[in-house]
């Protein structure tokens, strides 16, 4: 159906364009086409679109507001805050100008901002839900979950079905540990677009009610590459409750899952077993086999393994004789959160001059890294790190692993290396509130910032760790 939704939204463009030929000097008619080319996510153009309306009327709050969005889209933070603001200056009562601003700011790290712009929003528009649903992000982000579900459950009373409502509920529920809850709250996420993931097939979906005994099992992936590297466990506990199990993964990871269990058949990215019974999504696998805090599948050893090609290929270039410790920085520059999950390398630095042989697990370097990279002296295997199995034959000869929030810190936990985690104020939902371990890793050791941004203190922590 993703087909027929773009053949509308197609549909819709044209019709917007024919009506803006009619009349070039329509503001609107140039901020409806904005809006259509960036449903279709093309984003250069919808902002040339929005430009041009403002070209004709400057104070125009629909153009002022999609501009916001599209910046935001585009990953553009300051340039989206200075048009929200554009909108409030034009007029403060518009709900959507607050919101947006609200939104940049968490973005940029600024959630105490951010809480601003929607305690005004909740004033503006007390009986709509979006100033409820703005006002929980805001306090999620200052991590106060608490306070945050409760904005959620005042924008679902407003509108029981809201889907981003009972999203983010479930984020909130799941961070907090409420399990038996969250788990179910967060089936919400096939409802939305941005985060589908049952498929459609003729065979029911497994909820965990009837017996997987001799049952074909088709578990699939979803979301992240992390997600799907912390979530394979599952098919391990589904063939151990006697299922026949297919899984298919993303191609970075394809190899490095073959280690999983013989008795598991890997399947391409978009591959369904030719004929099975049960199918399932991999993150609602934790729904199904009813996991709760005290019963998390954790495997003391890890349950993902490097072949002994791919190690044997790394060891030669390691150095000998000193502890080898593993370094991811950043993880992908276009995640939305980036900002808040990823160190600039500089800030890292102090680290890496304590004798100890680091090495670079990092696949894709930004330019505004490269050159403290280079003067680092830090072993950088770069481009021969083709896929996730490359990179686990290289953990495999390492002592420890220090990395962000990001697959690679989920591939050597799930190795059952040592690793220690570099976490943003607000974490993600899996590593909950106000600990130091995790419950999914046992091998895992988590610092987290004390305030938003803060680093450094992080790093302080690291360092101390690193010298006991």
Same mark, same amino acid.
């Given at each position: 159906?993703?087909?027929?939704?773009?053949?509308?939204?197609?549909?819709?463009?044209?019709?917007?364009?024919?009506?803006? &030929?009619?009349?070039?000097?329509?503001? %609107?008619?140039? @901020?409806?086409?904005?809006?259509?080319?960036?449903?279709?996510?093309?984003?250069?153009?919808?902002?040339?679109?929005?430009?041009?309306?403002?070209?004709?009327?400057?104070?125009?709050?629909?153009?002022?507001?999609?501009?916001?969005?599209?910046?935001?889209?585009?990953?553009?933070?300051?340039?989206?805050?200075?048009?929200?603001?554009?909108?409030?200056?034009?007029?403060?009562?518009?709900? $959507?100008?607050?919101?947006?601003?609200?939104?940049?700011?968490?973005?940029?790290?600024?959630?105490?901002?951010?809480?601003?712009?929607?305690?005004?929003?909740?004033?503006?528009?007390?009986?709509?839900?979006?100033?409820?649903?703005?006002?929980?992000?805001?306090?999620?982000?200052?991590?106060?979950?608490?306070?945050?579900?409760?904005?959620?459950?005042?924008?679902?009373?407003?509108?029981?079905?809201?889907?981003?409502?009972?999203?983010?509920?479930?984020?909130?529920?799941?961070?907090?540990? &409420?399990?038996?809850?969250?788990?179910?709250?967060?089936?919400?996420?096939?409802?939305?677009?941005?985060?589908?993931?049952? /498929?459609?097939?003729?065979?029911?979906?497994?909820?965990?009610?009837?017996?997987?005994?001799?049952?074909?099992?088709?578990?699939?992936?979803?979301?992240?590459?992390?997600?799907?590297?912390?979530?394979?466990?599952?098919?391990?506990?589904?063939?151990?409750?006697?299922?026949?199990?297919?899984?298919?993964?993303?191609?970075?990871?394809?190899?490095?899952?073959?280690?999983?269990?013989?008795?598991?058949?890997?399947?391409?990215? $978009?591959?369904?077993?030719?004929?099975?019974?049960?199918?399932?999504?991999?993150? @609602?696998?934790?729904?199904?086999?009813?996991?709760?805090? %005290?019963?998390?599948?954790?495997?003391?050893?890890?349950?993902?393994?490097?072949?002994?090609?791919?190690?044997?290929?790394?060891?030669?270039?390691?150095?000998?004789?000193?502890?080898?410790?593993?370094?991811?920085? @950043?993880?992908?520059?276009?995640?939305?959160?980036?900002?808040?999950?990823?160190?600039?390398?500089? &800030?890292?630095?102090?680290?890496?001059?304590?004798?100890?042989?680091?090495?670079?697990?990092?696949?894709?370097? /930004?330019?505004?890294?490269?050159?403290?990279?280079?003067?680092?002296?830090?072993?950088?295997?770069?481009?021969?790190?083709?896929?996730?199995?490359?990179?686990?034959?290289?953990?495999?000869?390492?002592?420890?692993?220090?990395?962000?929030?990001?697959?690679?810190?989920?591939?050597?936990?799930?190795?059952?290396?040592?690793?220690?985690?570099?976490?943003?104020?607000?974490?993600?939902?899996?590593?909950?509130?106000?600990?130091?371990?995790?419950?999914?890793?046992?091998?895992?050791?988590?610092?987290?910032?004390?305030?938003?941004?803060?680093?450094?203190?992080?790093?302080?922590?690291?360092?101390?760790?690193? /010298?006991?």
């Amino acid at each position: 159906h993703a087909l027929a939704d773009r053949h509308d939204l197609q549909e819709s463009l044209t019709a917007h364009e024919t009506a803006l &030929r009619l009349r070039p000097n329509s503001a %609107e008619f140039h @901020s409806n086409v904005a809006l259509a080319l960036f449903a279709l996510d093309r984003h250069v153009e919808a902002l040339a679109a929005y430009d041009q309306a403002l070209a004709l009327h400057p104070g125009q709050i629909t153009a002022l507001i999609g501009r916001a969005e599209v910046l935001l889209a585009l990953g553009r933070m300051p340039e989206a805050l200075a048009s929200a603001d554009a909108a409030i200056t034009a007029d403060p009562h518009v709900l $959507n100008g607050h919101l947006w601003r609200a939104r940049v700011l968490i973005l940029l790290g600024m959630p105490d901002a951010a809480l601003e712009a929607t305690a005004v929003a909740r004033q503006i528009a007390p009986q709509d839900p979006e100033a409820h649903i703005s006002h929980g992000f805001a306090l999620a982000a200052c991590n106060r979950i608490e306070a945050a579900q409760l904005s959620y459950d005042e924008a679902l009373q407003l509108q029981p079905n809201h889907i981003e409502a009972q999203w983010h509920r479930a984020l909130a529920l799941l961070v907090l540990g &409420r399990f038996q809850e969250g788990w179910l709250a967060y089936e919400s996420r096939n409802l939305r677009r941005k985060t589908m993931a049952a /498929r459609k097939y003729p065979q029911p979906l497994w909820w965990g009610q009837q017996s997987l005994k001799d049952q074909r099992l088709y578990l699939y992936w979803e979301q992240g590459l992390g997600d799907t590297l912390h979530f394979a466990r599952y098919a391990l506990l589904a063939k151990v409750a006697g299922a026949q199990v297919f899984l298919s993964v993303q191609a970075p990871l394809r190899r490095v899952m073959q280690g999983l269990d013989p008795a598991i058949t890997i399947l391409d990215q $978009n591959e369904a077993p030719p004929d099975f019974d049960l199918h399932a999504p991999l993150m @609602s696998l934790p729904m199904a086999f009813v996991t709760r805090l %005290e019963t998390i599948p954790a495997f003391a050893n890890g349950y993902l393994s490097a072949s002994a090609e791919d190690v044997a290929r790394w060891l030669p270039q390691l150095p000998q004789g000193r502890r080898r410790i593993g370094l991811v920085w @950043s993880g992908s520059a276009t995640h939305r959160n980036d900002a808040n999950r990823s160190i600039p390398l500089a &800030r890292l630095m102090r680290l890496i001059d304590n004798g100890d042989a680091w090495v670079s697990l990092q696949k894709e370097v /930004r330019a505004s890294d490269l050159g403290v990279l280079q003067e680092s002296g830090m072993f950088y295997p770069g481009a021969a790190l083709g896929d996730f199995a490359d990179t686990a034959g290289l953990i495999a000869a390492l002592d420890l692993v220090i990395a962000v929030d990001t697959s690679v810190a989920h591939l050597a936990a799930a190795m059952g290396k040592p690793v220690w985690l570099m976490l943003p104020f607000a974490p993600d939902f899996r590593w909950l509130l106000d600990r130091q371990d995790s419950p999914w890793y046992p091998g895992m050791r988590l610092f987290r910032q004390k305030s938003p941004g803060d680093w450094d203190g992080v790093i302080d922590a690291i360092n101390a760790a690193l /010298r006991t």
